[in-house]
């Protein structure tokens, strides 16, 4: 982050302009509302649809107040999502269909979830739905491809996942293959 | 952005590993809520104070929804502040105490604003206060001197200014002078 235009001496203030190429640039980041996992069904429901960036700042201007924001690089999977997103904290990645074996599981991620696609159209796809299945009766949320869902006859879901983001770490063997999938 | 980690062909779901360095890192940017000046007062008050961003995906979590929040680049005025920031929106910026000549005045700004430092306590410090004199009937927000408001005995301000952002521009010329201060 560049500090150019930077006043000097006697005046306390800097006054910034912002560059291109800084992260402020309404191009470069996406922000999107957050929900915990936990909160379920209702929480991602009730997360505002509104999240895309405007005027010369990028200020992001939601229909309804909401407390938990989290900032994107502008990844493409992101990039056109102005209305409907949201990311679901999840605390592990258990709740991912995906094999386990080079995953670690207390990992946390968030799972950018598209609410503007609810139908479950793609066998290769994957949808947050709700997880009634795994022997808890917090209802609680997951991950599932879409032809699991299609052979039990869901057709709707919670929305479609964009992405998954997992958190930083040092090194960079996190190229995931096909056959880590279930 | 990197798209570092994206999954490929059949499965369409990428997953990204976040990188030291991306902008969603915690440290690189700060995101603030946004009050328009027009809102005056109540609502730089009414704006969250917890602005902080945690864990390993840097989600703020505030204490209460907002509907309007801008991300900028963590520039050391805002790189600690987790409390009680604001940006304020001015739609020109009449509203500064510098002389007009070399700025556009038809340009917004963003006064970010330290809400936890309320007092007039330096000459060359900067403050926003509600403008009552500029002949407008509207209540509307400004930024005054230390020591202009210290001249008509105003010892408290909604915060001292940790500085302005100008919009994004193609060209650099944006070296404030200590000159072009009033």
Redesign the interface.
Known sequence: ?????L??????????????G????AT??A?LP?CRAEGGTVEVEDA?WECGSK???????????????????????VAGLNRGGV?V?FKDSKVLPWKASKWNQNE?L?VVTDRGSKEVV?D???YLVVGGGNGNAEEGLKVEKGSALKESSVKESLGS??????????D?D?????EE?D
Chains 1, 2 share one sequence.
Do not use: C, H, N
């Open positions: 982050a560049g500090t150019d235009g006043a000097v001496s006697a005046v306390k203030v800097p006054v910034v302009r912002m560059k291109i800084e992260v402020a640039e470069s980041v922000v957050v505002p005027g010369d700042f990028g200020v992001v201007e939601a229909e309804k107040g909401w407390k938990s924001w989290v900032v994107l690089p502008r990844w493409e999977p990311a904290a946390p968030l793609a290769d796809g994957f996942v964009l992405m998954v983001v997992r958190p930083p770490r040092d960079y996190d190229q995931i293959s096909d999938w």
